[in-house]
């Protein structure tokens, strides 16, 4: 067969030779950014389901009148850290008298009406520290009876980053919350009332 007959409309129209590879070419981008964006998914789906598991174990335990809260948080950075490489964390515990407490504010006169502790206002420093505060809590695993919220906040590079986006590799946030109220092993402190006065920020 000649050059020119290999050349000719027909004969080139039904050649098919090179077309799986050009079609490959075309789809591996959208198949690659799939298959990453499900893994990325993917790993923060288990990282999260982890976290929250350990968490609520680490809350647990540190309700016991042995806590040792060292130790709990310890165990959830186990927990997370094969799911998470390199990741940090950040826990915080915040006490209460009761679970009606959580997240309120100290009692006050406002006498002004604009939520905040203010212009002379009176208030009742219910959690013994000196001064107003717009969430009751204290800081710590409190003492016997007492409620505490336990949080982790984990923060982490996600291991498959979806090619062709923005900030793939941009640090992701995760957190998990538990509520645990403290073995009753002793009386439970009280803090009681004392009068406060609350001046302009």
Same mark, same amino acid.
């Given at each position: @067969?000649t050059l020119?007959?290999k +050349?000719?409309?027909k004969l080139? =129209?039904? $050649?098919?030779?090179?077309?799986?590879?050009?079609? !490959?070419? @075309?789809? &591996?981008?959208?198949?690659? =950014?799939?298959? @990453?964006? #499900?893994?990325?998914?993917?790993? @923060?789906?288990?990282?999260? /389901?982890? +976290?929250?598991?350990?968490?609520?174990?680490?809350a647990?335990s540190? /309700?016991?009148?042995t806590?040792?809260?060292?130790?709990?948080? &310890?165990?959830v950075?186990a927990?997370?850290?094969?799911?998470l490489?390199?990741?940090?964390?950040?826990?915080?515990?915040s006490?209460?008298?009761?679970?009606?407490?959580?997240?309120?504010?100290?009692?006050?006169?406002?006498?002004n009406?604009?939520?905040?502790? $203010?212009?002379?206002?009176?208030?009742?420093?219910e959690?013994?520290?000196?001064?107003w505060?717009?969430d009751i809590?204290?800081?710590?695993?409190? =003492?016997?009876? $007492?409620?505490?919220?336990? /949080?982790?906040?984990?923060?982490?590079?996600?291991? !498959?980053?979806?090619?062709g #986006? #923005?900030n793939?590799?941009?640090k992701?946030? +995760? #957190?998990?919350?538990?509520?645990?109220?403290?073995?009753?092993? &002793? $009386?439970?402190?009280?803090?009681?009332?004392?009068?406060?006065t609350? /001046?302009d920020?």
């Amino acid at each position: @067969m000649t050059l020119r007959e290999k +050349l000719s409309p027909k004969l080139l =129209g039904s $050649d098919d030779d090179g077309t799986a590879a050009v079609e !490959f070419a @075309m789809i &591996a981008p959208v198949l690659l =950014g799939m298959l @990453m964006g #499900t893994f990325d998914i993917g790993q @923060m789906a288990y990282a999260k /389901s982890v +976290l929250h598991g350990a968490v609520q174990e680490a809350a647990r335990s540190a /309700s016991l009148e042995t806590a040792n809260t060292s130790a709990a948080d &310890a165990r959830v950075i186990a927990s997370v850290s094969p799911v998470l490489p390199n990741a940090t964390f950040a826990s915080e515990r915040s006490s209460y008298f009761d679970f009606a407490d959580i997240g309120r504010p100290e009692q006050w006169n406002d006498s002004n009406d604009n939520d905040t502790c $203010d212009n002379d206002e009176n208030f009742s420093d219910e959690n013994g520290n000196g001064e107003w505060d717009s969430d009751i809590g204290t800081n710590g695993n409190g =003492g016997a009876g $007492d409620v505490v919220v336990y /949080s982790v906040t984990v923060e982490y590079v996600p291991v !498959f980053g979806i090619p062709g #986006t #923005t900030n793939r590799y941009g640090k992701r946030t +995760l #957190t998990a919350s538990a509520i645990a109220k403290n073995q009753p092993f &002793a $009386d439970q402190d009280d803090y009681g009332s004392d009068a406060g006065t609350c /001046s302009d920020p």
